[in-house]
């Protein structure tokens, strides 16, 4: 008897890896040619040349999948290995969607193909999405990691993680120094004229363990003319989850963050994280099927911009004092493949007197950081992140710069490993030092 198969317009009976709920479009699929060009762009396949950790193995498994073969260990596993960087959906000359291909298979193996993860696996991952999602419960870590790295514990207590498990290891290792919390204002005034009125998301990790970049953000953007309104409730964006297949917990923080910033009466949204402005533009598609708030994240998408987006888009008025000093540029990948965003941060970046920017060789292959990527892939992570430090070393900048928080961890861990003690900043640091005429010394440090 002949295995039933889904047909071409979506009819499932059960026996395929996908159910009928957003499985990968077989049009999508379709438009793949397995041309190769993808190849070379893909971190996976750079690191082990498997077939199946290309973009074009994957989407083979999809296709597969969509014919009718079960949801198996080996699709659960070339998913998994996938970063999400993105960077195929540059490189690709027929216009391939992957990313909304990988979204919606994540999504499947959330839901049907979970028990082909180890327990280990499962565990771990319900322990990231109950802590790095919610920004009151790293509140509650901030003091415990600070005693921890005062107390210098982490010369005893690395060396056995590294043992027990590369997780924890690289969890410990990535971990930033924890500083005083810099609140930010529910509203912060433009300085001078109001040229704008915007919005800000304060993010998770960036809130917690990077404040001092929200204050810098605000008050660049004050700076500029824009008044920035903070709501002070607001929560996760949902990228994290999201991008790991968690549909409805990330669609739940969605509509959460629609619901926090209506009625702000902003003209912009500004995210100054790569991840979580990748997904609040995509929050249209995401909730397309939600009658009560369609209509809403197509609007909230519309205004949603990158932080240098909104710098670019502004004629800079606010005083650019010297900055003489080299930097390098990394992209984070959800800025430059997801969001297309390249030229305006090195737009932001050159309007700032003495000051050089230097650019990272294969600087649009991933560091490894990748969202969750390296915690529930520790290995090649690191393999990536040791491949992006030598090549940010090789510019010799004095400073690695770029716009995600993730990028930030993953790079400042990888320089370390190597005995290279290079300060990283994010890009709005960079101007922020300008503005004040900080000098170089507000980055170096």
């Known amino acids: 008897m002949t295995e039933a198969k889904p047909d071409l317009l979506g009819s499932f009976d059960g026996t395929g890896a996908f159910d009928e709920h957003h499985p990968p479009a077989r049009e999508l699929v379709d438009d793949c040619v397995h041309c190769g060009f993808c190849l070379p762009a893909c971190p996976t ?21 969509l014919e009718g073969e079960p949801m198996s260990p080996s699709l659960v596993q070339h998913v998994d290995a996938c970063l999400g960087c993105m960077a195929c959906v540059t490189a690709c000359p027929s216009g391939v ?31 990231i999405f109950a802590l790095f999602p919610r920004p009151e419960r790293l509140r509650l ?121 209506s ?25 397309a099927d939600d009658p009560d708030y369609a209509e809403r994240a197509v609007a909230f998408a519309a205004r949603t911009r990158d932080i240098s987006e909104v710098l670019a888009e502004l004629e800079p008025v606010a005083t650019r004092h010297p900055l003489p000093m080299t930097v390098a540029y990394h992209d984070a990948c959800h800025l430059r493949h997801a969001q297309g965003v390249k030229a305006q941060p090195r737009a932001v970046l050159a309007t700032i007197p003495g000051l050089v920017v230097k650019e990272i060789a294969d600087g649009d292959m991933c560091c490894g950081s990748a969202g969750i990527y390296n ?60 503005l004040r005429g900080a000098g170089p010394e507000a980055l170096r440090g």
């Open 141 to 261: 870590v901030r003091p415990f990691l600070a005693l921890y790295q005062r107390t210098g514990l982490s010369r005893l207590v690395r060396p056995v993680l590294a043992r027990l498990s590369p997780t924890l290891a690289t969890m410990e290792a990535i971990a930033p120094p924890v500083g005083p919390r810099v609140p930010v204002p529910a509203l912060v005034p433009a300085v001078g004229a109001k040229r704008m009125t915007v919005g800000m998301l304060l993010g998770c990790v960036q809130r917690e363990f990077y404040p001092g970049v929200n204050a810098a953000t605000a008050r660049v953007l004050a700076a500029e003319g824009c008044e920035v309104v903070v709501p002070p409730d607001q929560g996760c964006c949902g990228a994290l989850s999201v991008h790991a297949g968690r549909e409805a917990e990330g669609l739940d923080y969605a509509r959460a963050l629609i619901d926090t910033f």
């Open 97 to 127: 969607q992957y990313d909304k291909l990988v979204e919606a298979t994540r999504q499947q193996v959330e839901r049907r193909g979970a028990e082909h993860r180890t327990r280990g696996q499962r565990l771990l991952r319900s322990a």
């Open 375 to 434: 915690l529930t892939n520790p290995e090649p992570a690191r393999e990536l992140g040791d491949r992006k430090a030598a090549n940010v070393a090789a510019t010799g900048a004095e400073v690695l710069v770029t716009s995600n928080p993730g990028c930030l961890l993953q790079i400042t861990d990888a320089l370390r490993r190597q005995g290279r003690e290079m300060p990283t900043a994010h890009m709005v640091l960079v101007l922020d030092a300008s």
């Open 263 to 287: 009625g702000a009466g902003v003209e912009r949204i500004v995210a100054n994280s790569a991840g979580c402005g990748s997904t609040m533009k995509d929050y249209a598609d995401l909730l």
């Open 45 to 65: 396949y750079s690191l082990w040349g498997e077939e199946m950790d290309s973009p074009r193995g994957r989407i083979y498994l999809m296709k597969e999948g």
